[in-house]
T-cell receptor, first 111, second 115 residues
Framework: GESVGLHLPTLSVQEGDNSIINCAYS??????FIWYKQESGKGPQFIID?????DKRQGQRVTVLLNKTVKHLSLQIAATQPGDSAVYFC??????????FGTGTRLQVFP | GAVVSQHPSRVICKSGTSVKIECRSL??????MFWYRQFPKQSLMLMAT?????????EQGVEKDKFLINHASLTLSTLTVTSAHPEDSSFYIC???????????FGSGTQLSVL
């Protein structure tokens, strides 16, 4: 992940719509990628992960897409709900090494 | 998922004092724990990797004498912020891996405010 910046980008979506959160990573050798959700004043919560030998993985209402060619990761949330409002971080690592976090995106869901 | 407990959740201290933060893996053994720091509206920055029974590995720019890490058992790692100053005020978060599983499980974080 690229951990830079003082201002979190914000994505505002209407309840029920789909959300797409994007992330760029810098280490082309990274082989493991993960998305976390962080609510205010709390620690990050695991959402979904993917390995470099895959380009798509689905969970419950969430899908992660990996494009290794352009070093891009995305998180898709279907039928976004108010409870999905949080900051979302991507992270990457190499061979079970330390996780490096991206900048983060704030998701705001409005009725 | 696995549970990581972090204590205290919030601490306010005077400048010059030391503060200890505990991180426990409640239902699993963690040979490796990680300590992160997070400023408001910013991402998590890895401070150090805590290894049970050996010295911690610090990231570049993190003062090891300032941030003392002890990993005395497979379920407990502590971070001590020594001689804390206002610039040390931040949200500190610990995490641990469950065996060979690569994903990290995080504690609930500690908000440190140094007056």
């Amino acid at each position: 992940g690229e951990s830079v910046g003082l201002h979190l980008p914000t994505l505002s979506v209407q309840e029920g719509d789909n959300s797409i959160i994007n992330c760029a990573y810098s280490n082309s050798a990274s082989d493991y990628f993960i998305w976390y959700k962080q609510e205010s004043g709390k620690g990050p919560q695991f959402i979904i992960d993917i390995r470099s030998n895959m380009d798509k993985r689905q969970g419950q209402r969430v899908t992660v897409l990996l494009n290794k060619t352009v070093k891009h990761l995305s998180l898709q949330i279907a039928a976004t709900q108010p409870g999905d409002s949080a900051v979302y971080f991507c992270a990457d690592s190499l061979w079970t090494d330390k996780l490096i976090f991206g900048t983060g995106t704030r998701l705001q869901v409005f009725p | 998922g696995a549970v990581v407990s972090q204590h205290p959740s919030r601490v306010i201290c005077k400048s010059g004092t030391s503060v200890k933060i505990e991180c426990r893996s409640l239902d699993f053994q963690a040979t490796t724990m990680f300590w992160y720091r997070q400023f408001p509206k910013q991402s998590l920055m890895l401070m150090a990797t805590s290894n049970e029974g050996s010295k911690a590995t610090y990231e570049q720019g993190v003062e090891k004498d300032k941030f003392l890490i002890n990993h005395a058992s497979l379920t407990l790692s502590t971070l001590t912020v020594t001689s804390a100053h206002p610039e040390d005020s931040s949200f500190y978060i610990c995490s641990a891996r469950l065996g060979a599983d690569e994903k990290l499980f995080f504690g609930s974080g500690t908000q440190l405010s140094v007056l």
